[in-house]
């Protein structure tokens, strides 16, 4: 069974400028969510989507980041514009149903540095 | 808010040896999940374990095992015959169905040969 792809696996960009990242979930999980890892912290949740609805965006910078997860597979994130403090690594996973006591399958990650 | 600390930022132990690593939780939730996960250098975060705050028992797989009082709101983890693969990052996370993975800061565990 395939994982959960994410590309690219690093990105560097200046601030201000606009960053997507993509991200391929296991095939048949209705659930994918999107993680924010600053180095020396715990992943922090973005945002949840259930299919192709948002379910939870409380902790997305909506002045900056966008989601979206069009048909219900792939999902891009986006930057815009770029601050030094978005530097993380964000990582993509997905679960089979999206109940809280499921497991989550996570992707590699994309490193992003902001110079 | 329901919070999750991992006090210990770095740990070593010889192979084959045994170690615990601690997790504290607050919350007021009755029913959750608490999960160890495991993040090996450059590669992707795996699950290592899983607790329902309702089971008294604790959960073991294989090496790897947890001590969860839920009364004083800790879950630790024990790996024993420590090997080399099990060199990570780890972290602890709580979730429930009000609140989402919250993870802790994580412990980075070294195995020396």
């Known amino acids: 069974e395939a994982g959960v792809a994410q590309s690219p696996r690093y990105k560097i960009i200046e601030k201000r400028q606009s960053v997507a990242f993509w991200c391929n979930p296991i095939?048949?999980?209705?659930?994918l969510y999107w993680y924010q890892q600053i180095l020396g912290q715990g992943p922090k949740l973005l945002i949840q989507?259930?299919?192709?609805?948002?379910?939870?965006d409380s902790q997305l910078p909506k002045d900056r980041f966008s989601a979206e997860r069009l048909k219900g597979v792939d999902s891009t994130l986006k930057i815009q514009p770029a601050k030094l403090e978005d530097s993380a690594v964000y990582l993509c996973?997905?679960?089979?149903?999206?109940?809280?006591?499921?497991?989550?399958?996570f992707g590699p990650g994309t490193r992003l540095l902001v110079l | 808010a329901q919070t999750v600390t991992q006090s210990q930022p770095e740990m070593s132990v010889q192979e084959a040896e045994t170690v615990t690593l601690s997790c504290t939780y607050d919350?007021?939730?009755?029913?959750?999940?608490l999960f160890w996960y495991k993040q090996p250098p450059s590669r992707q975060m795996i699950l290592v374990i899983r607790q329902e705050a309702y089971k008294q028992q604790n959960a073991t797989e294989n090496r790897f095992s947890v001590n969860f009082q839920k009364a004083a709101k800790s879950f630790s983890l024990k790996i024993s015959d420590s090997q080399l693969g099990d060199t990570a990052m780890y972290f602890c996370?709580?979730?429930?169905?009000?609140?989402?993975?919250?993870f802790g800061t994580g412990t980075r565990l070294k195995v020396l040969a």
């Open positions: 989507f259930q299919n192709n609805g948002v379910v939870d």
């Open positions: 919350t007021s939730e009755s029913n959750y999940y």
């Open positions: 996973a997905s679960s089979l149903t999206g109940h809280y006591q499921e497991t989550q399958y």
């Open positions: 095939s048949g999980h209705a659930t």
């Open positions: 996370a709580f979730t429930s169905g009000t609140y989402k993975y919250i």
